[in-house]
């Protein structure tokens, strides 16, 4: 039978495609009651695809318009790639590849230049061309053991929003107050909405810490308490913060003195940090925070390579001549030399040979060249060439985006 993919547009649909999207994910809440006209304001329109079979609606996928921040600081457009399912009885049929593709044809119509998600299992979208371009790990610091050195900065003024008054302040925060690490991304309106939706159904307490003065904030912690059954009595009371915007390093600062400085709390767990993130150093006995979990990110599929290559900055060095293979776009299977000053297409002779999904994982610097020959995801005709590519792409910040989407 053939699956017909279209645009979904009309309110019912939105609906049953948000149903087989929780029922592909077995794990997750279901779709909450919306009012008429909600689910229209947490997706963005015509971005929606639906998979048929026999006017079946069987598979979505979703999409945001969002920014991407390549190495150097250019902000390239980026779609932000999720709620891909499809329903179990139909899966291994090819209809989650006859979605993928058409989402991959549609952004690069829409001239954008990446395109990332967040994988529910490592095994899926290799195959598509993405690659995993960033990580974060998980940090549990013991309150009791976390005294700070004493050169440790103060940070600037926090104070606890409101909740409701929070999702107005925290948009303009982070738009006001973009991080430059690599691999930094926009939270569009409709990741906002979501986001604020998921939040006020979670049961239980949340609360939100903003950094700076009234009308002047330059990062916030979004957080909640874990396991409240023996709140009272406990000796284990732990926060897990959600969302640590703290771009700045007054913001950090303030936002760590505060969430580790809360009365009651033995354990804060912060979610997600960049994996080159300083808190061990700034403690008097680093042990008092402990990695966790270390996971994959962000994964990015480069839609088009030379407005990605061109857009982002490189280390200073030799050039070197990379080729490119892309079966699925391939208009970016093409040869590209590499210099401090820049990228170019060029019929030069290649050094490496990488297919675009390595090219995704090394385009942030989150990955070496080196990983990806000895992986075997970059062949290299001339041996010299790995070290130069490494030293090219190499960055300063670990990139991170922060965010689940
Ligand atoms: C992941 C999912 C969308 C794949 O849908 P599908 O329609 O079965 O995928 P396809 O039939 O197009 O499969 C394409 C290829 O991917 C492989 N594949 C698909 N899902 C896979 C999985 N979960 N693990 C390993 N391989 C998988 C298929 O075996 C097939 O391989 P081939 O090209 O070598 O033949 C579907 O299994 C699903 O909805 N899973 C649960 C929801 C989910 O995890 N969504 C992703 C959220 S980020």
Redesign the pocket.
Known sequence: MTTDIRVLEDEDDLIAAAKVFRS??VGIPPVPNLAPGQIATLLEPGRTIGAFVGGQLV?TADAQTSGLTLPGGAIVAHAAVTH???LPS????????DLVRHQLDDAAQRGEVVAT?????A??YE?YGYGVASSWQTVEVLTARAVLRPGVGAGGPVRLLDTDEAWDVLPRIVAGNRPSRPGTIDRPEVWWRGTRMRAELSPGPSYVAVHGEPGAETGFARYRPLNTEAWFISDRRSIAVEDFFAPTLEAYLGLLRFLLGLDLIDRVVFWMLPIDDPLPWLLVDRRAARVTGVHDETWLRVVDVRKALAARRYGAGDAVTIAVNDPILLDNSASFTVAGDGAEPTDRRPELHVGVGGLGAVLLGGATWRGLALAGLARVDDPAALAVADRLFAVRDAPFAGVFF
Request: aromatic share 4%.
């Open positions: 592909a994910m598979g891909i399912g499809v139909f899966t291994r049929q090819g209809i989650a590849t998600l967040r994988a529910s299992e095994t899926i195959r």
